[in-house]
């Protein structure tokens, strides 16, 4: 290590220093030859100006020797040497303490970010003219370029030295500050968004201006933009296909539930009220996963919500209070990520790392990287040590840990000939959305394979199935299909009282309502519930439903699952998301 990079490690701020100083041997180096790169453009761009600028000066002091008389010439070189001498020495200076301020602030901005190394870098050089904003310029242009390919590159290394630090479990200080910090971070991401729309802004202007002036003045240039048209638009297709391919990962195909021990399911009543409360009722399954992670399903704080902000009377004393807390943290978190159903496992993953950083993550990784990664997480946890002095800050691992519980759904298909033609004729005779026709096909694909059976029914969500009776057959077709608020174990009484659902009547009955054969009985044999799917092409009202016999049965099975003219409901109702 040079004396240029000891004393622009030496110049850092406190923060970014302690970062530094944690990373690999070989990080060091990578970071400290990306910030000596980024500051030799600056500096190089620099001279060349001064080059064209002395040039000029040169020409001018040519042409003045030249009129002068031989007799004082001499004189007059030797005294535009010796300057010449004195300007290439201080040339020399400046270059090396102009290098050494550029890589200062390229330090500060590769380890800490753009936002908090303006920050720290104006703090700490106040004298220093407009440096930050003279560096700021030729280096938004190379932050989605060559500082984010040293950061990336460095991440790896980050990550290893975290894992090999034996972390000690966090305090209840420590937690309360990742709260408290969280809220903070949320508040400098939003001011630093709106910072960096500005400067992408203007650099983006500036290209456009370039682009527009290159091709304008070189007839060539429009033969080179028609090539990076086509480029760009064979790149834009091979991206699609992709990303077609990449759905599982974004989870927008599947259906997830949790698979948790018989501890964490027993407090799936408490879940779903509380995820009910605060408008996340379709992520019951979810909450059980982060209970099971948490707890283990221990009482009384299932859900880890002790330094919560939502706990304003602690000690937390029930699994309820627990319960209350953590679903309106998670329904924050959710919201934050703009997470868009139970399925999209890239919202749950940002909101899942969210609710164990603090939610100022989920801007901090919006901004800077669009979304989670464990890398980032890892790097978001680094940081926080180094800014709060902490040994470790949260579980770096906690998306991970908690989706081993949270289990996608095998794809099911509907296998019944019979049923295969019905559904096809329903689809093309009645309009409705995909999460609707989910439901159904999930219940299609059981007709021909379920035998009906109140005593033996299997209401715990398995998914080769031999027995069900008619309202554990429709909870798990909306199960199943995302709707994770619908317990498997409901009744038809369920059905029937359920807040999630809305009365409506029969002349305005849709594919995805539901239908009771009575609005006052309860359970058993006294009342019946399926599902509608829609009418034939020749008018008939089709309903999906498992019942013991049935004379009414579209598919020829008469017991068990089977799409049916059945004529005996009388009560309907709709699922209330679905009621617009």
């Known amino acids: 290590m040079d004396k240029l990079e000891r004393d622009v490690i030496e110049n850092l701020s406190e923060p970014a220093k302690r970062l530094f100083w944690s990373l690999h041997h070989n990080s060091q180096r990578r970071v400290l030859k990306q910030a000596k790169e980024i500051a030799g453009q600056k500096v190089k761009k620099q001279k060349l100006k001064e080059r064209i600028k002395s040039k000029s000066i040169q020409k001018k002091e040519i042409r003045k020797k030249n009129n ?48 908090q190394s303006e920050e720290s870098y104006s703090s700490s050089s106040s004298g220093t003219g407009n440096r930050v904003s003279d560096f700021a310029r030729p280096v938004s242009g190379m932050a989605a370029r060559s500082a984010e390919k040293s950061v990336r590159r460095v991440q790896g290394s980050i990550r290893a030295n975290v894992q090999r630090q034996k972390c000690a479990a966090i305090s209840a200080h420590q937690k309360k500050q990742m709260r408290k910090n969280g809220r903070k971070s949320a508040e400098q991401g939003a001011k630093g968004v709106v910072r960096g729309m500005e400067k992408v802004a203007k650099g983006v202007s500036k290209i456009i201006a370039s682009v527009v002036h290159a091709v304008t003045s070189n007839p060539v240039m429009w033969i080179a933009l028609l090539v990076i048209v086509l480029i760009g638009v064979v790149a834009g297709v091979i991206a699609m296909v992709i990303g077609s391919g990449g759905v599982a990962n974004s989870g927008d195909s599947s259906t997830y539930q949790a698979q948790v021990s018989e501890q964490t399911e027993s407090y799936r009543e408490l879940v779903t009220k509380y995820c009910e409360k605060y408008g996340i009722d379709d992520y019951v399954d ?143 005779n009645n309009k409705a959305d995909a999460d609707v026709w989910a439901v159904i096909e999930k219940g299609a694909s059981l007709i021909g394979t379920l035998q009906y ?19 554990s057959f429709t909870a798990w077709s909306f199960h199943k299909a995302g709707n994770s608020g619908i317990a498997y174990g409901s009744t038809t009484e369920t059905f029937r009282l359920s807040s999630k659902f809305v009365d409506i009547e029969a002349k305005d009955l849709r594919p995805g309502d539901i239908g ?64 617009k």
């Open 286 to 428: 979810l909450c059980l996963a982060m209970i099971e992670q948490e707890s283990g399903g221990n009482p009384p704080d299932v859900m880890q919500t002790e330094q919560s902000y939502y706990n304003t009377s602690p000690p937390i004393d029930t699994a309820e209070e627990s319960i209350d807390c953590g679903t309106h943290e998670l329904s924050d978190c959710l919201e934050k990520a703009k997470c868009k159903n139970p399925s999209d496992m890239a919202g749950i993953s940002l909101a899942l790392q969210g609710y164990n950083f603090g939610n100022g993550y989920i801007d901090w990784a919006l901004k800077n990287y669009k979304g989670y990664t464990k890398e980032n997480a890892v790097i978001f946890s680094q940081k926080m040590c180094a800014e709060l002095g902490y040994s470790s800050y949260g579980d770096v691992e906690y998306v991970p840990h908690v989706l081993r519980y949270y289990v996608a759904n095998p794809e099911t298909a509907v296998t019944n000939e019979s049923a295969k033609s019905i559904l096809e004729e329903l689809k093309e």
């Open 68 to 115: 002068k008389k031989r007799s004082g010439s001499i004189s007059a070189e030797k005294r535009d040497a010796a300057f010449s001498n004195v300007r290439s020495a201080t040339h020399i200076s400046e270059s090396v303490h102009e290098t050494k301020e550029v890589m200062i602030f390229a330090m500060q901005f590769l380890l800490l970010g753009e936002s």
């Open 516 to 579: 009771l054969k009575s609005p006052t009985a309860g359970t058993g044999g006294a009342n019946h519930v399926g599902i509608y799917c829609g009418t034939l092409k020749n008018g008939m009202k089709v309903w999906l439903h498992c019942t013991s016999s049935s004379g009414s049965s579209l598919t020829g099975n008469k017991s068990g699952a089977m799409f049916g003219a059945y004529t005996g409901f009388t009560y309907f109702r709709r699922l209330k998301k679905w009621n």
């Open 453 to 471: 059976s109140m005593e033996k029914r299997q209401g715990d969500g398995r998914d080769n199935l031999e027995f069900l009776d008619c309202s």
